[in-house]
């Protein structure tokens, strides 16, 4: 969940419109040292990536409601999971729907 939370952090936008990101790249790219933010992201267990492509594949179909976006659903899962052919087992969904509410969470902070 940290690696996660990290990269959620990082591809928020700023107000310029670029990310966290690539404001952290250009600083690197400009000075060859690299930012303590991007150099301390928490690994990702490999055995997990797959979880966390997974996530990133169901997030960019995401809806919206109109205040923001809106967490997926067990049935968009299931769609998903149905169209992809990608089996879940009970705590892969529960390992996604967690991401989802970190997601959520760094949308809507301030």
Same mark, same amino acid.
């Given at each position: +969940?940290?690696?996660?939370? #990290?990269?959620?952090?990082?591809?928020?936008?700023?107000? !310029?419109?670029?990310?966290?990101?690539?404001?952290?790249?250009?600083?690197?790219?400009? #000075?060859?040292? +690299?930012?303590? #933010? *991007?150099?301390?992201?928490?690994?990702? &267990? !490999?055995?997990?990536?797959?979880?966390?492509?997974?996530?990133? !594949?169901? !997030?960019?179909?995401?809806? =919206?409601?109109?205040?923001?976006? =809106?967490?997926? =659903?067990?049935?968009?899962?299931?769609?998903? =999971?149905?169209?992809?052919?990608?089996?879940?087992? &009970?705590?892969?969904?529960?390992?996604?729907?967690? *991401?989802?509410?970190?997601?959520?969470?760094?949308?809507?902070?301030?």
């Amino acid at each position: +969940m940290a690696h996660c939370e #990290t990269e959620f952090r990082l591809a928020k936008p700023l107000p !310029d419109g670029g990310s966290q990101r690539l404001h952290l790249e250009a600083v690197y790219r400009a #000075t060859g040292k +690299m930012p303590a #933010t *991007l150099a301390e992201i928490p690994p990702m &267990p !490999d055995e997990l990536a797959y979880l966390w492509h997974w996530f990133l !594949d169901l !997030d960019a179909a995401r809806g =919206s409601n109109g205040f923001g976006i =809106s967490p997926l =659903s067990y049935v968009e899962i299931k769609a998903w =999971s149905d169209l992809t052919r990608n089996t879940l087992a &009970p705590w892969e969904i529960e390992a996604i729907k967690r *991401l989802d509410a970190v997601r959520i969470r760094v949308v809507n902070e301030k």
